[in-house]
C-alpha cells in the first residue's frame, strides 16, 4: 500500500461529520496525528466508552454538537470554519434499527448528505468531499464474486436503500454542480468510498456481533449468535480508514480523477464464518465460553453474502488491505481487552503506528 505522506494533512482544516462514532473517533484520532486542523459535527458525544469520550480527543480539535439535517447548522460550521475537506460520516447505520425507524433512517442519511452537499455548492472555495456510504449500497443478487464500483445501487432494508440513494444523490450533483470538466469553475471534488463488515475497538454499536461478544466475555456468559454460519468479509477500521485518507491525498494534490465511487474491502480470504470469529476471540481472550443459537430467529431480511471488488483501488491508487483476519481479530481483541486500564489515545496511536509501519 503506499504510505500516506506524513505532511499532505498538516494544518489542513478538515470537517468530519460523525466524528464521535466508532469509525469517526479513529479518524479523527489518526488526522490529529497527522497534523490536520480537525472540525467535528455530532450529534452527541457517542458512547461512554467509546474512543471519543475516554481518549478526550476532543480537546485537541473543534468539537461541535449539531444534527446533520439541521441546514443552518451545516451553514454555520461552513461559514465558520471554512472546511477544506469534509469526510462525511455522520449517519445512522444499523440495519435492524432501520426496518424499525425507516423515516428515521432516510432522514438522517438522505438529507443528511443532501445538505452538506448543498453547503459545498453554496460554498465558494475550494473543497474535497468524501462521503462515506456502504458496501450495502448495491443491490445485493448474492453474487460469489466481489461487487464493482459501476455496479447498480439498490438496498432491499431501508438502511441498505439509504445509502444506495445518497450514492445516486451525490452522483448527481457531481455531474449537475461538481463536474470534473468545469472543475476550474467550481474547484470542487466529490467521492464515494464503500466498505463493511468493519470491525475494531471502540464499537459498542446495539446489535452488533464484537459488542456482543465482549459483553459477553465481560458478564462471563455465552454469546448468542443469530447466524453462525454466515460468512463475512471482515476487516479492521483502520483498513478502511487508510484507504479513505489514501484517497484523500491524492485528490488534495489536484488529482481530480480520482473523483468518484470507491471500493476499500479486505482480502478475499478474510472472509470466515461468525462461528469461526466468536471463537477466534475467545481464544485470543483466554476465554473458556461458547456460543448459542438465537432461538427468536429474526423476520427480517438478511444478505447472505456480500463481497467487494476492489481492483480499481488496488490498480489506481496502489492501496491493498495488511491485516489478515487473524491479525484484525488479534488487534481488535487487545483494544477490548486493555481499553480500561491504559491510556486510549497511546493504545489507539499504537495502533496506528503498528498499521502504518506493517
Known amino acids: 500500500m503506499e504510505y500516506i505522506k506524513s505532511d499532505v494533512f498538516k494544518g489542513k482544516r478538515v470537517l468530519i461529520t460523525g466524528h464521535t462514532g466508532f469509525k469517526g473517533s479513529w479518524l479523527t484520532m489518526w488526522l490529529t496525528k497527522l497534523g490536520a486542523k480537525v472540525i467535528g459535527l455530532s450529534l452527541d458525544s457517542g458512547h461512554k466508552n467509546g474512543i471519543f469520550n475516554l481518549s478526550q480527543i476532543g480537546k485537541d480539535i473543534i468539537d461541535i454538537r449539531g444534527d446533520i439535517r439541521e441546514e443552518q447548522k451545516i451553514k454555520y460550521v461552513f ?13 445512522q447505520p444499523l440495519v435492524k ?3 424499525q425507524y425507516p423515516k428515521d433512517t432516510y432522514s438522517i442519511n438522505v438529507m443528511g448528505t ?22 450495502k449500497c448495491y443491490q445485493n443478487n448474492d453474487w ?10 439498490g438496498g432491499i432494508d431501508p438502511y441498505s436503500s439509504s445509502k444506495g440513494c445518497c450514492e ?3 452522483s448527481s450533483y457531481r455531474d449537475s454542480y461538481f463536474n470534473t470538466q468545469r472543475f476550474m469553475e467550481h474547484q470542487k471534488v466529490l467521492a464515494t468510498v464503500r466498505a463493511g463488515n468493519v470491525i475494531g475497538g471502540g464499537d459498542w454499536a446495539v446489535d452488533r456481533i464484537i459488542p456482543d461478544v465482549v459483553k459477553a466475555i465481560k458478564d462471563k456468559q455465552d454469546i448468542i449468535v443469530r447466524s453462525p454460519n454466515a460468512i463475512r468479509p471482515w476487516q479492521h477500521v483502520l483498513e478502511a480508514l487508510s484507504g479513505y485518507l489514501v484517497l484523500a491525498s491524492k485528490l488534495l494534490e489536484g488529482n481530480i480523477k480520482y473523483s468518484g465511487a470507491w471500493n476499500f474491502g479486505p482480502h478475499s ?21 461458547s456460543w ?22 488496488n490498480r489506481s491508487l496502489q492501496w491493498f488491505p495488511r491485516w489478515d483476519i487473524y491479525e484484525t481479530i488479534e488487534k481488535t481483541t487487545d483494544w477490548y481487552k486493555n481499553y480500561e486500564t491504559v491510556s486510549i489515545k497511546e493504545l489507539c496511536y499504537r495502533q496506528i503506528n503498528e498499521y502504518c509501519n506493517f
Open 79 to 91: 461559514e465558520t470554519y471554512k472546511p477544506e475537506i469534509i469526510f462525511h460520516l455522520a449517519a
Open 97 to 99: 434499527y432501520s426496518y
Open 114 to 135: 443532501l445538505n452538506i452537499l448543498e453547503e459545498m455548492r453554496k460554498y465558494s472555495e475550494p473543497q474535497i468531499g468524501i462521503f462515506v456510504t456502504s458496501d
Open 144 to 153: 460469489d464474486w466481489g461487487y464493482r464500483e459501476i455496479d447498480p445501487m
Open 168 to 170: 445516486l444523490l451525490i
Open 269 to 289: 480470504h478474510n472472509g470466515i464464518t461468525v462461528k469461526e470469529l466468536v471463537e477466534n476471540i475467545f481464544q485470543h481472550w483466554g476465554y473458556s465460553g
Open 292 to 313: 448459542k443459537l438465537e432461538n427468536n430467529q429474526t423476520t427480517f431480511y438478511e444478505a447472505k453474502i456480500l463481497n467487494l471488488d476492489i481492483s480499481k483501488a
